[in-house]
């Protein structure tokens, strides 16, 4: 399974895992360091902590749901000049520094 794009994933400003945009979806693990720290908390409760990736058909709902709606959506698709449709586009440029403990990086292939 090869990787389009990735997005390096903090919680609480630190490195969690990483978000991959595949030929057959999407897929997020958990970094293996991260799984062993004490201070180790989910990304969501929709995705606990595992040692195994999980993989799905379209972008995890926790992470769609970070990314604006409304008229700030319209701002971001304009200067960045993004379609909406690209969600992980969309996630990669608008959510580097978000409301909550999560914040999204893109990362080198």
Not at 28 to 48: G, K, R
Not at 60 to 76: C, S, T
Not at 101 to 106: F, H, P, S
Request: proline residues 6%; charged residues 20%.
């Amino acid at each position: 399974m090869s990787a389009f794009r990735k997005a390096a994933v903090y919680v609480r400003d630190t490195f969690a895992g990483t978000l991959s945009e595949t030929d057959s979806g999407y897929s997020f693990v958990y970094d293996p360091e991260y799984l062993q720290t004490e201070a180790a908390a989910p990304v969501s409760l929709t995705l606990p902590l595992s040692h195994k990736p999980y993989e799905s058909k379209v972008l995890f709902p926790f992470f769609d749901g970070l990314i604006p709606e409304g008229w700030l959506l319209n701002l971001v698709t304009k200067n960045w000049k993004l379609d909406q449709n690209d969600r992980f586009g969309l996630l990669l440029v608008a959510c580097r520094d978000c409301i909550g403990a999560v914040r999204i990086e893109e990362a080198a292939l």
